[in-house]
Structures are given as structure tokens and as C-alpha cells.
């Protein structure tokens, strides 16, 4: 039987709904409503096999496989980040909310898990913001969260390979439910949901100029994005062993001793430390309620990076070969590139806007 479920502001259609429960079947409609009710803003459903033919990079797999061989599917929670923290002055608004954000969707997931045990499906929870120093030198989780949401549906990459989702763009955060139960899986978007080339906000906002053509150059905007990360740590102790006394005792009182404190009490500075990429993208109603006129000019735009968006530009009319759009990665960019699925939200958003408006107007006359 097919069924619609509503969760928050996305409306599942024909979702599959399993009314043979005698052998503990199980259906995506009944797990997506739990979601919903539990709080999720988004949800999705990722078939296991093909995460397992589908690893991002197969030199350092991230599959459902390599954790369980059990695993048959995976539900891709969903939770958005309050856009007031990108109307601050500083970072450190959106560093906090950040933790609280990961704080509710872990317990929202850990509750679906639940649920599905209790259903005679065993499920765990992914440890979506760890990394496993066997794939390589830690820079890889387990599973990539950006994947497993691109694989269940829920958005495609933008140009600086944060999953975008066309509710809410790249201000989000995944988690995935790694479960045994057979579940029906989601389709993946085959239209790009970023505007690409021509919009280059997110690289243009970049202050360690990070951004590549649908790709990141992890090493540069970790320096940005993890201030107080790992390699900043080793990094620092590295230089402090060789100080006298007096030295570290100066260091000792130092911002960076102050600055991984605090990473280690509430991760702020060690993840996610920096969001300009996530403030300045214009996917989603969230960005055109709130954010158009505080992020509409971007300081850190230069000469340099607008001669380099129009590079990729130039590249992408050519045909060139490009490492972000090839064979392999050109599935979770969106196969058939950009056809103005962003324009039209943002054209429906804005004629409710007017509408509502108005009716506010004249319910005052």
C-alpha cells in the first residue's frame, strides 16, 4: 500500500507501507512518522547495497559493509541549524547552536534506533562526527553523512561538496540509523539543487580559499574549520616541548591552550568552526526569510577568486575534464546539472511571502 507522510515541511509521496507485520516486516512510512514525531526536520532512506557498490572514495571505503556485514539500510536523519546564529556578529553563535543541534539529532536517532530494536530490528547509531585514523590519517568518518544523504534522496553536492538540500541548502546536519531491517530506499536527486559556477558564493566567501571545482581542499579549510582541531593540537605541543620555562609559561595562559579547552568542553573550535560557505549559500527559504540582506555582500570576495569562478565557468561550458564532475562523483553533483529547481523555490517562497503579506495588510485595515 502506498501512503503520504509529512515530515515538518517535506511531504513524503507513495512512501511503501508494509501492513504484513507477521514476520516483523517493517515499512518506511512507519519510520519516517516516527522521525517526524520525534523531531527530525528531514528524513530519508538509504539502501545499504548500494552504499556498498557507491563508496565515495573506494581507496578508503565508507560503507555500511565495513562496519556490519548485517546493515540493510540506513535512515538519513535530517536536522537544520536556526539561521538566527548567521545573523551575528561572530562565529560563535553558530559554534554553540551547532552542539546543541548534534545534541538533538543524536538523541533523535538514538530513538528511532530504539524503536526499530524493539521491532525486531537490530539498529545502531553512526558516530557521524568521529573519524577512523585507517582512512586516511583520520580525514574520513565511517560513513560520509553527506553521502548517505545524497543517497537517500534528500540533496545533491554544492560546489564546495557540502550536501545541499533545497529546503534548508548546506545549513544542516546528518546523521545516520545503520539498521537490519529491509527497508524501501529513497530515489536519489538526479537535478543539481546548487546553482554551480555562477553563483561561486561559497568560494568567494572562503577565507582560507578552500573551495575547488565540486570539490575542498581539506588541509586548507580545516584550518579555518577546525581552529583547535587535531593536527592544530599535535602541532602545538610539537612547538611547546622545545620552550623554556618561562616560555610555557606564557603559553599556558595563550588563546590556543584557552581555544582547546573549549573544544574539548563543547567542540567549539575543534568542528565546524567556521561557516561562511553555510551563511552566504542562497539555497533554501530559510536563507531568502532571513539571511538575504545581512549576507548579500561578502567581504572576503577578491579579484583572484572571481577570475578562479570564471575558470570553472569556462571549464564546465568546454566539457573539460573536471575531478568533481567525473564519472564517479558526477552522481552525487546531479547527473543531469542545473535546471532551476533553486529559481522556482525561490519564486513560489517569495509569492507566499507576498501573499501572506497581504493578508496581514488588509486583516489590519
Known amino acids: 500500500m502506498q501512503v503520504t507522510v509529512k515530515v515538518n ?47 565515495p572514495d573506494p581507496r578508503w571505503p565508507q560503507t555500511p559493509e565495513n562496519i556490519s556485514k548485517h546493515v540493510k539500510s540506513v535512515v538519513v536523519v535530517v536536522q537544520h541549524i536556526p ?30 534506533a530504539e524503536k526499530l530494536e524493539d521491532a525486531g530490528h537490530p539498529s545502531f547509531v553512526t558516530a557521524a562526527q568521529e573519524t577512523d585514523w585507517s582512512l586516511k590519517r583520520a580525514s574520513y568518518g565511517r560513513l560520509s553523512t553527506r553521502h548517505l544523504g545524497i543517497e537517500a534522496g534528500l540533496g ?34 538526479t537535478e543539481q539543487v546548487c546553482i554551480g559556477e555562477s553563483c561561486s558564493r561559497c568560494l568567494y566567501s572562503c577565507p582560507s580559499d578552500a573551495v575547488r571545482h565540486f570539490g575542498i581542499d ?21 612547538r611547546y616541548i622545545d620552550l623554556d620555562k618561562d616560555q610555557k609559561r606564557h603559553f599556558n595562559k595563550s588563546r590556543g591552550v584557552f581555544g582547546f579547552w573549549q573544544g574539548l568542553l563543547r567542540v567549539v573550535g575543534s568542528f565546524g568552526d567556521c561557516p561562511r560557505c553555510l551563511a552566504v549559500c542562497p539555497v533554501g527559504n ?38 568533481g564532475l567525473n564519472d564517479w562523483n558526477k552522481r552525487w553533483v ?4 542545473y535546471k532551476g529547481m533553486v529559481a522556482r523555490q525561490v519564486q513560489a517562497f517569495k509569492k507566499a511571502q507576498r501573499r501572506r503579506e497581504e493578508a496581514r495588510t488588509g486583516a489590519e485595515k
Not at 564546495?160 to 529513497?186: C, K, M, Q, S
Not at 532571513?290 to 572576503?300: G, N, S, Y
Open 156 to 189: 545533491t553536492f554544492g560546489l564546495e561538496v557540502n550536501i545541499l538540500t533545497p529546503e534548508y541548502g548546506p545549513r544542516v546536519y546528518l546523521t545516520g540509523i545503520l539498521t537490519e531491517a529491509e527497508l524501501v530506499p529513497d530515489k536519489i536527486m
Open 286 to 323: 530559510d536563507y531568502h526569510a532571513h539571511l538575504t540582506e545581512v549576507q548579500k555582500f561578502i567581504p572576503e570576495k577578491t579579484v583572484a577568486k572571481v577570475e578562479k569562478a570564471k575558470g570553472f565557468r569556462e571549464k564546465r561550458k568546454a566539457g573539460a575534464e573536471i575531478d
Open 334 to 337: 546531479g547527473e543531469e546539472g
Open 218 to 238: 581539506k588541509r586548507n579549510c580545516a584550518t579555518e574549520a577546525q581552529e583547535f582541531g587535531f593536527g592544530q593540537i599535535t602541532s602545538f605541543f610539537d
Open 9 to 55: 515541511s517535506r511531504v513524503y509521496k507513495n512512501v511503501d507501507r508494509t501492513d504484513d507485520c507477521r514476520n516483523n516486516a517493517m515499512d518506511s512510512a512507519t519510520v519516517k512518522q516516527w522521525a517526524g514525531d520525534l523531531g527530525a526536520d528531514m528524513v530519508g532512506i538509504a539502501s545499504a547495497k548500494t552504499l556498498n557498490e557507491f563508496p
Open 83 to 112: 539561521v538566527a546564529a548567521f545573523r551575528a556578529k561572530t562565529n560563535i553563535a553558530v559554534q554553540y547552536i551547532d552542539m546543541l543541534v548534534l545534541r538533538r539529532m543524536d538523541r533523535i536517532a538514538f530513538r528511532i
